[in-house]
Antibody, heavy 120, light 107 residues
Framework: QVQLVQSGAEVKKPGASVKVSCTAS????????MHWVRQAPGQGLEWMGI????????SYAQKFQGRVTMTRDTSTSTVYMELSSLRSEDTAVYYC?????????????WGQGTLVTVSS | DIQMTQSPSSLSAFVGDRVTITCRAS??????LNWYQQKPGKAPKLLIS???SLQSGVPSRFSGSGSGTDFTLTFSSLQPEDFATYYC?????????FGQGTKLEIK
């Protein structure tokens, strides 16, 4: 069964950056794009962007352009999501998510989530 | 961006009720509409893709329909484990937006 294991919770001060990892296993890492979705406390789901692990190509939601960077390390089957210039509104659980079939953009597999708290 | 609007935002119902949740897109998304269930503290679970395709292992009491801009998720007979929050999501174009969610509660 596909596994997506994310890094642990983070507490950051406003203005700082955070880098969340998502390590994939039990499938060929470069075959499937990885998406990032976040959820603020008590709020809905928000799509942040996508990375193609094969070539590293990315596409970000306009809202996060300039603040988010998604990268991958094929040697460890890990994708990263770095968010900079953090503000309190960025406090959320961040998920990596993958479709079952390559080329589709709905999410069958999810990481366990990483809580990022932004507080002074 | 395509806006996804769910209604109602919350709903109380009895076990055994037939319930329908609606999702409307701000422009046509053909059948690129997916439904998720989320329980507190857990990642979302995909229930239905492409508007009506039930995922493996999802009970047949769930069904989805619609195309274009208007979609529905129907529960034929609510079970205790169905009480959760439900989200629609369009996979037609980036950003792949979600509805605001519908919280289904026990009456």
């Amino acid at each position: 069964q596909v596994q997506l294991v994310q890094s642990g919770a983070e507490v950051k001060k406003p203005g700082a950056s955070v880098k969340v990892s998502c390590t994939a296993s039990r499938y060929t890492f470069t075959t499937y794009a990885m998406h990032w979705v976040r959820q603020a406390p008590g709020q809905g789901l928000e799509w942040m962007g996508i990375i193609n692990p094969s070539g590293g190509r990315t596409s970000y939601a306009q809202k996060f352009q300039g603040r988010v960077t998604m990268t991958r390390d094929t040697s460890t089957s890990t994708v990263y999501m770095e968010l900079s210039s953090l503000r309190s509104e960025d406090t959320a659980v961040y998920y990596c998510a993958r479709p079952r079939y390559s080329g589709y953009n709905y999410f069958d597999y999810w990481g366990q989530g990483t809580l990022v708290t932004v507080s002074s | 961006d395509i806006q996804m609007t769910q209604s109602p935002s919350s709903l109380s119902a009895f076990v055994g009720d037939r319930v329908t949740i609606t999702c409307r897109a701000s422009q046509s998304i053909n059948s690129y509409l997916n439904w998720y269930q989320q329980k507190p503290g857990k990642a979302p679970k995909l229930l239905i893709s492409a508007a009506s395709s039930l995922q493996s292992g999802v009970p047949s009491r769930f069904s989805g329909s619609g195309s274009g801009t208007d979609f529905t998720l129907t529960f034929s007979s609510l079970q205790p484990e169905d009480f959760a929050t439900y989200y629609c999501q369009q996979s037609y174009s980036t950003p792949y937006t979600f509805g605001q969610g519908t919280k289904l509660e026990i009456k």
